[in-house]
């Protein structure tokens, strides 16, 4: 044997050890003359006792005696050995024309699975996990009571969720807090914007797509985030701006559960909850031709409701104690009964994230050991709704209790269209009441 011959005999070695995938070989005679670790391993037969075996004496169900029989191909077969599932694939080997033997390869599916899944966690550190549980969700009111229970009961499920709520309600973190309480809270959590990517980058960014499959497409192509979800959930914030194009396909992942990446030629199953959710009307949004119903009837099998911060005033007193300990001065500030009422007359447009950047606003205006400066015109600079921030703001005046409750009252009943039950129920109080302070109302 001359030395070039030896080496490549030496390098075709080196691969049959290091392969993942079990090797057996068989002369055209069906005896074993090629036998992997790998497939020692699989089938428990050391390599030593399966060299120069009939392959049938190895293992009794083997296909390479098929495939020397019929000359036949087999690729990527399902079958069932002892308790595992492996993909198996054969091929007679000819050489000038005269039948050799035949090959097969063998994958345990459970060694696939464990990679998997070991993929999964390596991504979860990178950042794609929750990070917010259900127990953190701040609020004692009735309305939060009633959303912790159903978000409980919904994490329990696997449905597809819509989550609804105007902005800076929490409906994020109502997500994650689903997701952390559900079976999948070992997967990833992967969050995504649907209003924040052109419609080219978020079909991509969702999708992922294959090498070359567009100018500027990375080498060896992308995963998307439906893909980089498998075995966890994939929260698509902001679903009403969905281009209707993307709607189509995002309705297809829902129905086949399975996606293609953009450029690609074959389906990759994902298995993945969806939790959606939207600030907007999507009913409306149907009717005038923006979104498809058929897709909402498939996103809201599961419905949350967040209500509005002006619909849980009561929370504001443990939201703002809950503010106050995440920053360093907050320690020594208090917040006076007064300031809370005050607060509690505002119908917070921007709902909690207004009410968390007024307080972070008022704690960097706030010198140590002084009361905290809730009530001046530059803490009132509301980012969210400019025009409205003077409009009704409390004031920065001295106001009696009695005028405090007198704009409550006017507020809640004038949100409520003049309905004099809803707006009692929203008070706390009985309809005669409500009836009796109208009457002294200035």
Known sequence: MNENLEKEIEFYRKIMELSHSGI?????????????????????????EAIGKLVTEV????????????????????????????????????????????????????????????????????????????DQIVGTSKRMERLIGLAEKYAAA?????????????????????????RRKGGPFVAVNCAALPESLLESELFGYEEGSFTGARKGGKAGLFEMAHKGTIFLDEIGELPLLLQARLLRVLQEREVMRIGGSKMIPVDVRIIAATNRNLIQLIHEGDFREDLYF?????????????????DIPCLVESFLKEWRKAGSIQVTEEDIRRLQTYSWPGNIRELKNLLERAL?????????????????ISAEHPSRANKDQPSDQNISEEEIEDLRIKRILAEED?????????LGIHRSTLWRKLKNLK
């Open 158 to 182: 696997d449905s597809t969720l819509l989550v609804q709520g105007e902005s800076g309600t929490g409906k994020e973190m109502i997500a994650q807090g689903i997701h952390i309480a559900s």
């Open 418 to 426: 003049g309905h004099i039950g809803k707006a009692a129920s929203r």
């Open 298 to 314: 498939r996103l809201a099998v599961l419905v949350l409701k967040v209500p509005s911060l002006r619909e849980r005033l009561e």
């Open 364 to 380: 960097v205006l706030t010198e140590d050991g002084e009361p905290l400066q809730l009530f001046n015109s530059d803490v009132w």
């Open 24 to 48: 057996a070989g068989v002369d055209n005679e069906g005896r074993i003359i090629l036998f992997n670790q790998a497939a020692a391993d699989f089938l428990k037969v050391p390599v030593k």
């Open 59 to 134: 293992n009794p169900a083997a296909g390479l005696s098929k495939v020397l029989e019929e000359k036949s191909v087999q690729r990527d077969q399902l079958r069932k050995v002892g308790q595992r599932t492996a993909i198996i694939s054969r091929a007679p080997i000819h050489y000038k024309g005269e039948l050799i033997g035949a090959i097969s390869s063998v994958r345990d599916i459970t060694e696939l699975q464990q990679y998997e899944e070991t993929f999964r966690r390596k991504m979860i550190h990178q950042g794609l996990r929750a990070k917010f549980s259900l």
